[in-house]
């Protein structure tokens, strides 16, 4: 068997009229940069997620980087993040002269550790003085704990922008990713849970100003056309795209589902196994499984990934290098052993096959195949 780690080609299969009529009223429309199939999208979005506001950009790195800019962030100011996720996050921050403050994971769930982001506020006053915003990240597509992360940022003053990136549609006791914060961040790469035929991204707030802020910022700052309030940005969500996710929204709880359902099977069978560890829930959280990462103990992850690679087996390692040891942050000033859990999951961490059109036989051969790979030394 071949199983990829993602196959995006039986998704379009499924739903392959939708898409090409959605592609066909673009083009035949004549309106390709923002308009009416935009507005409607960012409706749909924030509809969906109970938001306010939701403002289309061209990418999650975008908006990332229009949510810091809207927050007021700038050059020197602190902002605090995880070291366990895509590049994007601290690209932000460090695109806008701000600098990343880095604090360890959870274990088990990969995100932010409240308790280490309370001790590191705690004992750095010039932390305290200078951090003005905090990214949590929904690694994987499950929410970090936000209610004591939200009550350490009310504490000092911090703005929440939830890097909701690969959780769109994930839930932390009952609020939908990116509505917990004051600014919720999308990605819609092809890849992710809702992706789009190209880039694209979007923000979620109920704050008024700062959607008008971000409508200004993602057109060069221009109000009314050719006068400008600020400086911003060419980063506009495309209607193509937006037409094309208008299509998937729908069956993006479904799709989700299947996921669960994928990852529950793959809970089943793998618990027991020694050497591997599944992904555990936290409490009153859902899950959309945007990846199915288990740890792979006893220095075997690259090994077992080889294997599996041998039989077929697509996987793939999110992420390789926490950002603290990226060579482009050296300047930081960090150093191997800084965030031990960061350090630990980056080497035993693999994420297998799922996706909603996934055949159980295929999971089930997933299963075998990893099983027969442990059992065999
Ligand atoms: C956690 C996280 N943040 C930000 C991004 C950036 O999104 P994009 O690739 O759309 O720029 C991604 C995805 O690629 C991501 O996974």
Not at 318 to 325: A, I, K, T
Request: charged content about 25%; hydrophobic content about 40%; some cysteine.
């Amino acid at each position: 068997m071949n199983i990829p780690l993602l196959d995006l080609n039986r998704q379009y299969r499924a739903i392959r009229p939708e898409i090409e009529a959605a592609i066909a009223r673009v083009v035949q429309s004549g309106r390709f940069i923002l308009g009416p199939e935009v507005e409607a999208f960012e409706n749909e979005v924030a509809a969906y997620c109970g938001a306010k506001h939701a403002i289309g950009v061209a990418s999650g790195s975008d908006a990332l980087l229009l949510a810091l800019r809207a927050a007021g962030v700038g050059p020197g100011d602190r902002v605090i993040t995880t070291p366990f996720t895509f590049f994007a996050t601290a690209g932000a921050i460090w695109n806008l002269g701000a600098v990343p403050v880095f604090i360890d994971i959870e274990p088990q769930t990969y995100n932010i550790s409240p308790q280490a982001l309370a001790e590191a506020l705690e004992s750095s006053t010039d932390l305290q003085e200078r951090a003005k915003a905090i990214i949590p990240v929904h690694l994987y597509g499950q929410m970090a704990e936000m209610d004591p992360i939200s009550e350490i940022a009310r504490r000092y003053e911090l703005t929440v922008i939830e890097d909701a990136a690969q959780a769109i549609g994930a839930e932390y006791r009952g609020r939908k990713a990116g509505t917990v914060g004051r600014l919720g961040c999308f990605s819609f790469f092809p890849s992710k849970n809702l992706g789009a035929c190209g880039d694209g991204g979007m923000i979620i707030t109920d704050d008024d100003e700062l959607a008008e802020k971000l409508r200004l910022l993602r057109v060069h700052g221009s109000r009314p056309k050719y006068y400008h309030q600020l400086v911003g940005y060419n980063s506009r969500l495309d209607a193509l795209q937006a037409a094309i996710l208008r299509a998937k929204l729908p069956y993006l709880d479904r799709w989700s589902a299947a996921r669960a359902a994928h990852a529950a099977g793959y809970d089943r069978a793998l618990a027991e196994l020694p050497g591997i560890e599944t992904p555990p829930v936290a409490p009153e959280r859902t899950h959309i499984y945007h990846q199915y990462t288990v740890r792979v103990l006893g220095g075997r992850r690259d090994e077992v990934r080889k294997s599996l690679k041998e039989r077929g087996i697509g996987t793939g390692i999110y992420y390789p290098l926490p950002l603290h040891l990226q060579a482009c942050f050296a300047s930081l000033g960090y150093r191997e052993g800084d965030f031990p859990q960061a350090e630990r999951a980056s080497r035993e961490v693999l994420s297998l096959p799922i996706f909603p059109e996934l055949a159980e036989e295929e999971r089930e051969y997933v299963v075998s195949t990893i099983q027969q790979v442990q059992r065999a030394d």
